[in-house]
């Protein structure tokens, strides 16, 4: 079993940059791929980005390319996404996703997901 708690969110300003962390319990961590996606209020959740076990291996949706970055740290249990230059479209519940395949977090099929944190971008 896997648990997943996002954190980070809040309210930040169009061009500014929020990092949202997702803690996972469980001893097994270091061994899942893992995902952020979001969802906007009306919209289908949408994948966003992931990485494999190790780091050395992350998938992003074209629209955050260049402007986001997920990385993990297994020792800390914990997988990151540092958003830069955020746009008021990126406004968002933001969940994080583990599986122990990484296709089915890139397809949004996880085994587990965490509640969410919220991203709000002004304009």
């Known amino acids: 079993q896997v648990q997943l708690v996002e954190s980070g969110g809040g309210l930040v300003q169009a061009g500014g940059s929020l990092r949202l962390s997702c803690a996972a319990s469980?001893?097994?961590?270091?061994?899942?791929?893992m995902g952020w996606f979001r969802q906007a209020p009306g919209k289908e959740r949408e994948f966003v980005a992931a990485?494999?076990?190790?780091?050395?291996?992350?998938y992003y949706a074209d629209s955050v390319k260049g402007r986001f970055t997920i990385s993990r740290d297994n020792a800390k249990n914990t997988v990151y996404l540092r958003m830069n230059s955020l746009k008021p479209e990126d406004t968002a519940l933001y969940y994080c996703?583990?599986?122990?395949?990484?296709?089915?977090?890139?397809?949004?099929?996880?085994?587990?997901w965490g509640q969410g944190t919220q991203v709000t971008v002004s304009s």
């Open positions: 996703a583990a599986d122990q395949v990484f296709g089915q977090v890139v397809a949004g099929i996880a085994d587990y």
């Open positions: 469980g001893r097994t961590f270091g061994r899942y791929p």
């Open positions: 990485i494999n076990w190790s780091g050395g291996s992350t």
